[in-house]
Structures are given as structure tokens and as C-alpha cells.
């Protein structure tokens, strides 16, 4: 079979290898659809401390089950399935405690174990364990049902940050993250959702997809500015920065209303982690500052129902789809932003 392999940076081969077969616990599945994302474009260019290369790529997974291990009762050949990316152990204090996307032995598809860029995966037994393969509801497709994964996480951030009814929520960065949570917030009841990204072609992109309440392009116009004039001076209830950008963060602190909640939803560059903080600010608004790290698998099936039922469509924010012999045109496209997602089927 083919897999798309990554060995070190700048080095991903698309090559030939051998079919896997499920062992004890384990379930074969035929990969449809593996969606790329942003991630992917990170670990090409410079590799990801977490990751056991030489390794196959890929985490936003759908298929269908070909074969089944010994042991495992509940699934069969045939069934549509979704796969977890961030698979918790379910054993150490913070996934007793409830918090498994902070379990400090979580272990990832397409990290330690070989991922959805390839024609055939094994879903490991950790992954069975933790009840982390999902049942694809009929009539929604492969492609739909791999961008579960990163809705998972855009719902583990707006649960974080507590959007709800009535809010007024800004959404910086228009790629396929942001997207997703201007329609999750809509479905969550806010008020309003306001799009800001530096780049005005990508702005007007995504909006013509989501239609936001208002965008604001960065590269024209001040962004904190033009959050308060768009709210009458009050700033917003939540800011999501769905954006690897401090100075980013540093302006969603000053976008905020009092009481407001900041979600650094976005990682910043290893060489850059660090922001300024008006401490005063946060002290005398009461503002929030929050993180977000991945999603759990409840996370997922709920993100799953989600896109099924309509309430957070993704069909057409699937902008292109390419064989797995295209993995490669598939990360320069997104490098150059030129997609909002796109899905490799095998």
C-alpha cells in the first residue's frame, strides 16, 4: 500500500509498505478521507518534539472497517468509522479527574502511531480503550466526518471560554479553525460574531463561506480599534485567537469587554512563546485568560453530531480534494493558504 512518511524535516516520502493486519484488540481500517490542517504544514517544516519518526501522517481520519482483531465485540467489517487524533491514557490524575485533554501520557494517530496518510490504518487498541472510534451517522460523508476531529477541539475551546447566548464574539484568523468557530459560536446562541484576519483576500474568503456579523481586516484597519467602534465602545465578550500570533493575543486582551474571556487558542513559534500582559487591564475589567489544549473523545462524538445534524455544517469549507499521491501539493496549498480544507482520499 502507499503511505505518506515523515522522517525528518523538509523529508516526507510517499513510498510503498507493507499492508498492516489487525492483531488482538486492534481494528483494520480502509482509509476515505484524511484531512490535512496547519499542524501538518508545522511538522513538515521542522518536526514536532512529540513525534516517532520515521512515521506515517495524517490524524483527521475516516473509514471503513475491513477486518477485526481478536477480542474486540462491538464493531464490524463494513462500519463507517471516525477515529480520535489525541488518544488520554485514562488512567492518570488528570483523566480520573476528568481533564483528559491535559493527560500527561496522551499519545496521538499519526504522532506514535501510524496515521490517516496512507491506504490502510490499524486503530490501536489504546484508541478502543478510551472509546475513541465513532460511528459515522448515515448520510453524511468520509470527508465531513474527518473534520470532526478539529471541530472537536474548537468545542473544547468555546466550552473553556464559556461562550453562550447573547455573547459578542471575535474570531481572529480565517483559516479552517477559525471558520469553525464562527459557525460553532452561531450554534452555541452568541449574539454576534466578528471575523478578524491580517490578510483581506483570505478575510473575504472564509467570509463568503461563514458570513460572519462584520470582518475586519487587520491589514487595513486597526483591529482593537474597530472591534470597540463595532461595539459601541463595550469590546467583546469572548476573543478567540485561532491564530499563531502573539501580537494577536496581546490585542484580543484589549478587544475584551469587562469580564471578558480571552482564548489563546492558537500556539505561538517555540522561539517566540511569550506576550505582553496588562495586568492592571485584566485586573480591574476581571478579564479571563484562557487555554486550549486538543479535544477528548467525548469531545468528538459530540462534534461528530454536530456536523451531522446541520447545526455546524462543514461540507463546503472542504475547499479541495486530492489523492494520497498529492499529500505534498495538498501542504504547499495550505502553506499558501490558498484552501480553507483539504481532505486527501486514499
Given at each position: 500500500?502507499?503511505?505518506?512518511?515523515?522522517?525528518?524535516?523538509?523529508?516526507?516520502?510517499?513510498?510503498?509498505?507493507?499492508?498492516?493486519?489487525?492483531?488482538?484488540?486492534?481494528?483494520?481500517?480502509r482509509v476515505r478521507a484524511c484531512s490535512t490542517c496547519g499542524t501538518d504544514v508545522k511538522i513538515r517544516a521542522s518536526g514536532h518534539p512529540?513525534?516517532?519518526?520515521?512515521?506515517?501522517?495524517?490524524?483527521?481520519?475516516?473509514?471503513?472497517?475491513?477486518?477485526?482483531?481478536?477480542?474486540?465485540?462491538?464493531?464490524?467489517?463494513?462500519?463507517?468509522?471516525?477515529?480520535?487524533?489525541?488518544?488520554?491514557?485514562?488512567?492518570?490524575?488528570?483523566?480520573?479527574?476528568?481533564?483528559?485533554?491535559?493527560?500527561?501520557?496522551?499519545?496521538?494517530?499519526?504522532?506514535?502511531?501510524?496515521?490517516?496518510?496512507?491506504?490502510?490504518?490499524?486503530?490501536?487498541?489504546?484508541?478502543?480503550?478510551?472509546?475513541?472510534?465513532?460511528?459515522?451517522?448515515?448520510?453524511?460523508?468520509?470527508?465531513?466526518?474527518?473534520?470532526?476531529?478539529?471541530?472537536?477541539?474548537?468545542?473544547?475551546?468555546?466550552?473553556?471560554?464559556?461562550?453562550?447566548?447573547?455573547?459578542?464574539?471575535?474570531?481572529?484568523?480565517?483559516?479552517?479553525?477559525?471558520?469553525?468557530?464562527?459557525?460553532?459560536?452561531?450554534?452555541?446562541?452568541?449574539?454576534?460574531?466578528?471575523?478578524?484576519?491580517?490578510n483581506a483576500a483570505r478575510l473575504a474568503r472564509a467570509a463568503a463561506l461563514v458570513h460572519p456579523d462584520a470582518v475586519i481586516a487587520a491589514?487595513?484597519?486597526?483591529?482593537?480599534?474597530?472591534?470597540?467602534?463595532?461595539?459601541?465602545?463595550?469590546?467583546?465578550?469572548?476573543?478567540?485567537?485561532?491564530?499563531?500570533?502573539?501580537?494577536?493575543?496581546?490585542?484580543?486582551?484589549?478587544?475584551?469587554?469587562?469580564?471578558?474571556?480571552?482564548?489563546?487558542?492558537?500556539?505561538?513559534?517555540?522561539?517566540?512563546?511569550?506576550?505582553?500582559?496588562?495586568?492592571?487591564?485584566?485586573?480591574?475589567?476581571?478579564?479571563?485568560?484562557?487555554?486550549?489544549?486538543?479535544?477528548?473523545?467525548?469531545?468528538?462524538?459530540?462534534?461528530?453530531?454536530?456536523?451531522?445534524?446541520?447545526?455546524?455544517?462543514?461540507?463546503?469549507?472542504?475547499?479541495?480534494?486530492?489523492?494520497?499521491?498529492?499529500?505534498?501539493?495538498?501542504?504547499?496549498?495550505?502553506?499558501?493558504?490558498?484552501?480553507?480544507?483539504?481532505?486527501?482520499?486514499?
Amino acid at each position: 500500500m502507499k503511505v505518506a512518511r515523515f522522517y525528518a524535516p523538509g523529508d516526507i516520502r510517499l513510498e510503498d509498505a507493507p499492508e498492516p493486519g489487525a492483531s488482538s484488540g486492534e481494528v483494520k481500517l480502509r482509509v476515505r478521507a484524511c484531512s490535512t490542517c496547519g499542524t501538518d504544514v508545522k511538522i513538515r517544516a521542522s518536526g514536532h518534539p512529540r513525534m516517532s519518526a520515521p512515521q506515517v501522517m495524517g490524524h483527521e481520519i475516516a473509514g471503513e472497517i475491513v477486518d477485526v482483531g481478536p477480542g474486540v465485540d462491538d464493531w464490524s467489517v463494513g462500519d463507517r468509522v471516525q477515529v480520535i487524533a489525541a488518544i488520554p491514557d485514562g488512567e492518570c490524575v488528570e483523566c480520573r479527574s476528568g481533564h483528559p485533554t491535559v493527560c500527561r501520557d496522551q499519545l496521538s494517530m499519526g504522532y506514535q502511531f501510524p496515521g490517516g496518510f496512507a491506504e490502510y490504518l490499524i486503530v490501536p487498541s489504546a484508541v478502543l480503550a478510551v472509546d475513541g472510534l465513532t460511528r459515522i451517522p448515515d448520510g453524511l460523508s468520509f470527508a465531513e466526518a474527518s473534520l470532526a476531529e478539529p471541530l472537536a477541539c474548537v468545542l473544547n475551546g468555546q466550552e473553556i471560554a464559556r461562550v453562550g447566548a447573547g455573547d459578542t464574539v471575535v474570531v481572529v484568523g480565517s483559516g479552517p479553525i477559525g471558520c469553525l468557530h464562527v459557525r460553532l459560536a452561531r450554534a452555541r446562541g452568541a449574539a454576534r460574531v466578528i471575523l478578524v484576519d491580517l490578510n483581506a483576500a483570505r478575510l473575504a474568503r472564509a467570509a463568503a463561506l461563514v458570513h460572519p456579523d462584520a470582518v475586519i481586516a487587520a491589514e487595513h484597519d486597526d483591529p482593537v480599534d474597530a472591534v470597540l467602534a463595532a461595539t459601541g465602545g463595550r469590546g467583546a465578550d469572548v476573543v478567540i485567537t485561532a491564530a499563531a500570533s502573539g501580537a494577536a493575543q496581546e490585542q484580543g486582551l484589549r478587544m475584551l469587554a469587562p469580564r471578558g474571556r480571552l482564548s489563546l487558542f492558537g500556539g505561538l513559534p517555540k522561539d517566540r512563546p511569550t506576550i505582553d500582559v496588562d495586568a492592571n487591564l485584566v485586573h480591574y475589567r476581571e478579564l479571563s485568560i484562557v487555554g486550549v489544549n486538543g479535544s477528548s473523545p467525548e469531545h468528538n462524538k459530540r462534534a461528530l453530531d454536530l456536523i451531522a445534524s446541520g447545526l455546524v455544517p462543514v461540507a463546503d469549507l472542504i475547499t479541495h480534494r486530492l489523492p494520497l499521491d498529492r499529500v505534498l501539493d495538498a501542504l504547499d496549498i495550505v502553506e499558501r493558504g490558498e484552501a480553507i480544507k483539504v481532505t486527501i482520499e486514499p
